[in-house]
């Protein structure tokens, strides 16, 4: 779409150019993204790992969400084991500074593996039911998957997905508590930081 807002200003340019910027401009986006919202998510975890069919392999996109369902930090492997498990914990850890209140997984015994080494005095709930916000956080990769007929690569895969959920974070809202008067006062807040962010007016 911006290939052809742009071309109805009198621009042109080719896709594989827009497609440049969104990486060398996207990657800086969502580095300040993760920097502004350090410290402003929850403290309950909700990790799952959904499977990506690339090139005929299989791929296990890994997500730890919080309790708002804002994405915490993701990670592809080509495993589902608790290696990959503990990978995904060190970055969250890192990321985070301080370990969860309360993590939630479903039954993979992979994390409770990796909780026991990494963070021992966490509360770990284990069921499938309770872990629906990490498993509806991988829609929107689902549907860029769609769009972009498959991933070529883990590393497009994980490019696209450090990129995308920082961005998408900024402007998440839990609707279903929020009145209008809220939303319109959070759309406009994150409309300001991005424009901070991005270095441009904002309108």
């Not at 890994?62 to 990959?84: E, I, M, P, T, Y």
């Not at 039911?129 to 769609?146: D, I, M």
């Not at 920082?166 to 424009?195: E, K, V």
Request: with cysteine.
């Amino acid at each position: 779409m911006v290939e052809d807002m742009l071309a109805a200003r009198g621009i042109i340019v080719t896709h594989q150019t827009i497609r440049s910027w969104a990486e060398k401009f996207g990657r800086h986006f969502a580095r300040e993204i993760k920097r502004w919202s350090a410290g402003r998510l929850g403290d309950k975890w909700h990790l799952d790992e959904c499977v990506v069919a690339i090139n005929g392999k299989k791929q296990w996109l890994w997500r730890a969400v919080d309790q708002h369902g804002f994405v915490l930090d993701v990670l592809v492997r080509s495993r589902r084991n608790a290696k990959a498990a503990k990978r995904l914990m060190r970055k969250l850890l890192k990321a985070q500074g301080q370990a969860p209140r309360v993590m939630i997984t479903d039954k993979l015994r992979s994390y409770d593996a990796a909780r026991r080494d990494l963070m021992p005095g966490v509360e770990h709930r284990s069921h499938k039911g309770l872990n629906n916000r990490a498993e509806n956080s991988h829609q929107p990769t689902r549907r860029r998957e769609k769009i972009m007929k498959r991933f070529k690569s883990a590393r497009q895969l994980q490019r696209f997905v450090s990129i995308h959920d920082p961005i998408a974070n900024l402007f998440h809202f839990p609707r279903n508590t929020l009145s209008s008067a809220d939303h319109r006062d959070l759309r406009a807040a994150a409309i300001q930081i991005w424009a901070e962010i991005a270095h441009v007016t904002a309108a």
